[in-house]
């Protein structure tokens, strides 16, 4: 990055980028991509920057038939979970949020977070989805996506988390939107 880029760091946008993937083989959906919340202004960011985001987020989770997929990485404590927090203010029994919990291969060795992927620390109905994306690196190095999800599984089949593969990983949390999405229709 260069001075200017970093400097040139405003805040954010209420412009959405819209992105269309067609396929024959699934529902239409909207997703919404709402960036994580940020404590302190960077750069030039306004002193509020955590204040717009939050309302922004607001704007969007507060709809009676939205989705949310609250995303937590593994290696940060839930009960600090910004997403969940969020998410709980506007949906308090926990009926539209599903807890997706990332960076599982990042945790500390020796830990793992079982009691959460098994829905007992801050349960949610629809319950929580582990899943290891693509690395920095992965990216860098133009490792497919199709590449990502067979490590991911390879993954899982050889962690703490082997006994509940089937309810684990992106091809899972695919399904699971995919079946929600059928519902609300």
């Not at 260069?2 to 396929?23: F, Q």
């Not at 926990?94 to 997706?100: A, E, L, Y």
Request: proline fraction near 4%; hydrophobic fraction near 35%; glycine fraction near 6%.
């Amino acid at each position: 990055e260069t001075e200017r880029e970093i400097g040139d760091n405003k805040g954010i946008s209420r412009k959405p980028i819209h992105l269309r993937i067609y396929s024959p083989n699934v529902l239409d959906l909207t997703l919404i991509d709402l960036p994580g919340m940020t404590k302190v202004a960077v750069g030039d960011q306004p002193e509020d920057i955590e204040v717009q985001i939050r309302e922004m987020i607001l704007e969007y989770i507060l709809e009676d038939n939205t989705i949310i997929l609250a995303v937590t990485p593994a290696n940060q404590d839930l009960a600090n979970s910004d997403a969940l927090q969020l998410a709980r203010e506007v949906d308090k029994r926990g009926d539209r949020t599903i807890g997706v919990i990332t960076k599982l291969d990042l945790m500390d060795k020796g830990t793992d977070a079982l009691d959460v992927l098994q829905n007992k620390v801050l349960p949610l109905k629809k319950g929580y989805i582990g899943v290891v994306n693509r690395s920095q690196d992965d990216i860098n190095h133009r490792r497919s996506i199709r590449t990502a999800v067979s490590a991911e599984q390879k993954f899982f089949m050889s962690s703490p988390y082997k006994d509940m593969t089937s309810r684990l990983g992106t091809k899972y949390l695919q399904q699971v939107l995919h079946k929600e999405l059928g519902s609300h229709i």
